[in-house]
């Protein structure tokens, strides 16, 4: 069975909503509904429309575990609507438009095999809402290996300039070190860290200080060692943090290899490390000294790039509007490749222009726009062939 | 703080909303669409109670009780849709319902292309929010195409949708250099102001009003979401309208006078004509004017606790009316007219009392008068633990020169002036109103 997030609690979810759809009228008023019952030996009887248009079928889950069903058509398996996580015993509404067509009903209760519901033709020659080919958990196994062994060949590139900070920090370079830090923590940024992929390595190694303030010896990593070089702290307690920080990448490097991506995460990351990067970055929140949160977003950027690069061959026929992702993040890294300063450092964002700022949120809240669909799309799913 | 005056009875506009359409047309750039996933551009229409019965603002008035239909149809529930497509803006002639947001935003687009698209789009969202209707799903598409805050269907409670465009917008970006009105301009600062740049003027101006907050947010988040690369908020300020204490009168601001008592009849098209909607062919009015009417925005801060340490006969010295009663001071009854002429040296109310001075009520005076339409703001404390409260000040006109500019000056240094300070705002040119289903917004100008 795919990975079934958040089961029991969606279940409870679920039947909520299920409930309050039957104080309500959630759908149009001028669409109609049907009611659909299904369980581990049945998917539903057949259904009839008399033309194509909004509808509502009311889905109960007569089976003695929780379930997913989706709306398909079964020429070629792409998915219409879904309703995931429906409790045993419970109706949850499924909304669409019902475009002129052929539909199944694909149900799958849990530890049972997938069956396929009755096909129902629907006439007339209008369209409805669009169904997308399912991304099946084999199709996402080669990106997610690829996107493995990315991130360890970034690690490696990471330990080695982690090492020559360390080493410059205890020389006393602090000029170079400030160099050796911009390019060690650019790299560890187009890593796309973002939400957990490295557990706690992250915290360790690029942790904020909010949790415990910038005094605490609790803090550690790049920002740690960026407040100290920018902040004139002296050398042996910059050598310690920067120390402390080449062990963890080098933990991290010797960890990682054991680690499995979920595949759910690919697609996810696509957006996520830009939120990450507009609500820390773009806000000069994660500004701590050097003032380069601009290149950390265009790192951010990087590693987005590289994501899309591995699920393009899955996105490019699902999703019409991944050209504009492509041309929103040129956009993007255009704006912020303009606030790279000669002598290699970077414009911080608390100095920009009100005008240039403008333009980078704009761009980076619009891209995020057209990025958000990509986790939906490119979730896995299994289909009745491949399951 | 004008109690000016009024005749607070609305045309009643009582024709159904146009359905808002889906047309789904071919993919344009980003912030077209990115409410349903990029799956379809199209929106489903209608099927809320009372969006298509129209709604007759205030229609149904008693002669003495001008407010209390509008209040009480805000304390009861949701207001009906007010139907969008017209030669005017319709959130203009309206008296203040109880919510409002008043949100400057920078341009971004990066073309007078996208320009075009990022207006079609904010006329796109108006005409869907104000009719309400059910948000399309979009299946495995993407994430939801609403926020759901107001729930699985979107209700119009009265929500109007208000845009207009600032001087700045005319700049060489775009192309509309040669376009920028005469009678738009930055704006300006008077001896009393605190102006802060940062919440100051700006390329556009949405204002958002409905019966509820939640409504209001609603479509804000609903406009941001859709407009994301086109526009960026500049500034932004939230302001309420409170039921009229008692029932019956005008609501007051948050120094306890009734507000916006005396204003031109919305009731008279040729008042209106005069005062309020910018004239074809009229000096200063490029064609693609038209219809529209001039906003000026006025964030003005009010030092409540100072205010409250004044007895209540000096702060009526000030209005010129009595606070609770509203009537001004020489008169018996709120609308009732105030006698100038009988009391030259001002022994009842005074010469330079806010009510005279905004209003002197001559044949002289009479064309600067402005459609006034103000809302309290409360934004927390300041730095010493005070209130900050104030008034959201909007009013419309067909010159800001003219009008605004004209009662504010014959205002400066009033005796008000110690208690509020005006710290932010700008002057803008509201739209002429969207025609029916294939007008947008600013298709004059931008065409």
């Known amino acids: 069975m795919r990975s079934r997030r958040l089961l029991a609690v969606a279940a409870s979810a679920a ?71 429906i409790g045993p015993g419970t109706t949850a509404p499924m909304s669409l438009n019902v475009g002129s067509g052929k539909y199944a009903f694909l149900c799958m209760v849990e530890d049972f095999d997938p069956i396929a519901g009755p096909t129902v033709t629907v006439g007339g020659h209008a369209a409805g809402t669009r169904a997308i080919l399912p991304v099946t958990y084999n199709d996402l196994y080669p990106p997610a290996k690829q996107y493995a062994k990315y991130t360890e060949a ?34 560890y940024e187009t890593l796309g860290a973002a939400y957990d992929a490295f557990g706690n390595y992250d915290d360790e190694i690029d942790g904020r200080a909010d949790a415990v303030g910038v005094n605490s010896p609790k803090w550690t990593g790049f920002y740690r060692l960026e407040y100290g070089l920018w902040h004139g702290q002296p050398g042996h307690e910059l050598t310690a943090v920067a120390v402390t920080l080449n062990t963890n990448v080098h933990k991290l490097l010797a960890w990682w290899p054991t680690q499995q991506i979920p595949l759910i995460d690919i697609g996810l990351r696509t957006h996520e490390i830009l939120e990450n990067a507009l609500e820390f970055q773009l806000t000069g929140h994660d500004d701590y000294g050097s003032g380069t949160t601009l290149a950390t977003t265009l790192a951010n950027i990087q590693g987005t790039r590289y994501l899309l690069s591995l699920l393009h061959p899955l996105l490019a026929p699902r999703y019409p509007q991944l050209p504009e992702v492509y041309s929103g993040l040129n956009l993007l890294q255009s704006l912020l490749e303009k606030e790279h300063l000669r002598n290699g450092w970077w414009v911080p964002v608390s100095a920009l222009p009100a005008s240039a700022r403008e333009d980078i949120d704009a761009a980076c809240g619009q891209v995020l726009q057209e990025l958000a669909p990509i986790a939906s799309i490119a979730e896995p799913r299994h289909t009745l062939h491949e399951f | ?91 203009i002639l309206p008296e203040p319902k109880a919510a409002t947001a008043v949100i400057s935003f920078n341009a971004t687009a990066q073309s007078r292309a996208e320009l075009t698209e990022l207006f079609q789009t904010v006329t796109d969202r108006a005409r869907f929010l104000t ?107 939230d302001g309420f309208s409170s039921p009229a204490r008692p029932a019956g009168t005008v609501p007051r601001n948050q120094l306890g006078f009734m507000d916006g008592i005396s204003n031109p009849s919305v009731k008279s098209p040729p008042e209106l004509n005069k005062l309020v909607w910018v004239q074809p062919g009229a000096a200063g009015a490029p064609s693609w004017t038209a219809g529209g009417s001039y906003l000026v925005v006025r964030l003005i801060r009010m030092f409540v606790e100072f205010w409250d340490r004044v007895d209540v006969y000096e ?103 110690d208690y509020i300070s ?21 298709r004059a100008l931008l065409a």
């Open chain 1, 15 to 85: 039947a909520a909503a299920a409930m309050a759809a039957c104080g309500s009228s959630p759908a149009p008023a001028s669409s109609s509904s049907t009611a659909i019952s299904f369980n581990d030996g049945s998917c539903g009887a057949a259904w009839h429309l008399a033309s194509p248009g909004w509808h509502t079928f009311e889905i109960t889950n007569g089976a003695d575990y929780g379930a997913e069903i989706d709306l398909t058509d079964p020429a070629n398996g792409a998915v219409y609507d879904e309703l995931e996580n």
């Open chain 1, 154 to 187: 970034g690690l490696q590139v990471l330990a080695g300039q982690t090492a020559k900070l360390a080493a410059d920090v205890r020389a006393g370079k602090i000029a170079a070190a400030k160099r050796d830090w911009l390019s060690a923590h650019l790299q």
């Open chain 2, 1 to 91: 703080m004008s109690s000016e005056s009024a005749e607070p009875s609305q045309d009643g506009m009582a024709t159904a909303p146009d359905a808002p359409v889906s047309t789904p047309g071919p993919a344009r750039r980003s912030f077209l669409r990115g409410m349903v996933g990029g799956a379809a551009g199209g929106v489903v229409a209608g099927g809320i109670a009372g969006a298509a019965s129209g709604y007759a603002y205030g229609g149904s008035r008693t002669g003495t009780d001008p407010a209390g239909a509008s209040n009480l149809a805000e304390l009861q529930g949701r207001l009906p849709a007010v139907p969008f497509h017209g030669q005017h803006q319709a959130g």
């Open chain 2, 131 to 237: 009719a309400g209707g059910t948000p399309p799903p979009v299946g495995i598409g993407g994430p939801s195409s609403d926020s759901g805050t107001l729930g699985p269907a979107v209700v119009p409670d009265g929500l109007t949708v208000t845009f207009g465009v600032g001087s700045t917008l005319f700049d060489d970006r775009y192309g509309l250099a040669s376009r920028l009105p005469p009678h738009l301009t930055p704006m300006k600062s008077f001896p009393n102001d605190n102006l802060d740049p940062a919440q100051c003027d700006g390329d556009l101006v949405l204002q958002l009003t409905a019966g509820h907050e939640d409504v209001v947010l609603h479509a804000l988040r609903d406009i941001a979401k859709n407009t994301r690369g086109g526009m960026q908020a500049n500034w932004r300020i």
């Open chain 2, 315 to 417: 702060q009526q010295l000030m209005f010129g009316r009595y606070r609770d009663s509203g009537y001004p001071l020489d008169a018996k009854g709120i609308y009732a007219t105030p006698d100038y002429a009988a009391d030259p040296t001002g022994d009842v109310i005074p010469l330079s009392a806010h009510m005279r001075l905004a209003n002197p009520r001559t044949p002289q005076t009479a064309d600067s008068r402005i459609l006034r339409r103000a809302w309290n703001y409360d934004r927390g404390l300041d730095p010493v633990g005070d209130l900050d409260v104030g008034l959201v000040f909007t009013c419309f006109q067909q010159d800001i020169k003219r009008q605004f500019e004209t009662v504010q000056t014959r205002l400066i240094d009033e005796p008000l002036v």
């Open chain 2, 422 to 442: 005006p710290f932010g705002g700008g002057y803008f040119l509201a739209l002429p109103g969207v025609a029916d289903s294939r007008d947008y917004f600013g």
